[in-house]
């Protein structure tokens, strides 16, 4: 089960990472390890440095993929917006999820800017 939800997510952040790249983003890096957590991809928008987290779903079942990341995950992902500024100086630091649902052919994918407010 393990072994498939992992597959599932590393195709997910592979998708990801080739729709952003397709609509201008330069990609920084892919799990990237902080001392808070790992970053599933870092882009880059312009001047922006984007914090994206994707989420990967089969099907319809426990809502969408945004609605998936709860309270503590944005908490989260905020502390690791934080750190990164610290790697960036000079530049904003913004936070997107992307949702693929790999139940459609080819996969559906919704990009959702400024997913988790910092700050």
Do not use: C, W
Request: charged share 30%; net charge positive.
């Amino acid at each position: 089960m393990k072994t498939d939800n992992k597959k599932l997510g590393f195709f997910g952040e592979n998708t990801a990472r080739q729709f952003l790249r397709r609509h201008g983003y330069r990609f920084i890096g892919q799990n990237v390890r902080t001392k808070i957590g790992e970053i599933d991809l870092v882009m880059r928008d312009k001047n922006d440095i984007v914090v994206i987290e994707v989420k990967t779903k089969s099907g319809p079942d426990f809502g969408t993929g945004a609605e998936m990341v709860g309270y503590y995950k944005r908490r989260k992902l905020i502390s690791l917006a934080t750190e990164l500024l610290q790697k960036y100086p000079g530049r904003t630091v913004r936070i997107d999820v992307v949702e693929i649902d790999t139940s459609n052919n080819p996969p559906k994918i919704n990009h959702i800017k400024n997913a988790v407010e910092n700050g």
